[in-house]
């Protein structure tokens, strides 16, 4: 058995709390607390991914809108991956969360927030200009976030006792 060398080694165990000292208002709130903290990190890569080519291909002389449908699309396959396997993958039940199902209401809500984040940016660029574009970008995609999430656990990724599609790899 290996054993782990530096000044680490010799450490004690971290301490758990026994779950009967918890309360259970408390205990119910953990699983999502967790969910929300998963989601609020693949939020923020895809954020900083489709920002990221937003600025690129406008810089570049890509209109705003294609440049804003090229970036979301672009975060879009990262975020159904990670937060079908992470975020709200289900742990003690043989249940996928990446279906073909799940797919398919996540690129309906996709397609809807990709509009009104389109929508917002062309709309500051025609009032503001394209630097504040920019910068008003990550903040409306941030809380279209918000809503996502309701929506990303309660209907895109929910578990289904009838679904028998199959799963994607």
Known sequence: MHTPDGPLA???APATVPRWLLPSWLLRWVPLGREV???G???LI??????MIFVVLTHFGVGPAAGNVTGRITAAGL???LNGRWTFAQ??????????QSFVRYSLTWCMTT?????????VDHGHGLHWAWAVKPVADALLAALS??????WIYRPSRYDKDVQIK
């Open 10 to 12: 010799n450490a004690p």
């Open 149 to 154: 999430f309701l929506v990303s656990k309660y």
């Open 46 to 51: 895809q954020i900083c991914i489709d920002w």
């Open 37 to 39: 903290l998963a989601f």
């Open 91 to 100: 742990k003690n039940c043989s249940h996928e969360t990446l279906r073909w």
């Open 79 to 81: 975020g159904f991956w």
């Open 115 to 123: 509009a009104l984040s389109t929508m917002i940016v062309l709309w």
């Open 41 to 43: 990190i693949v939020g």
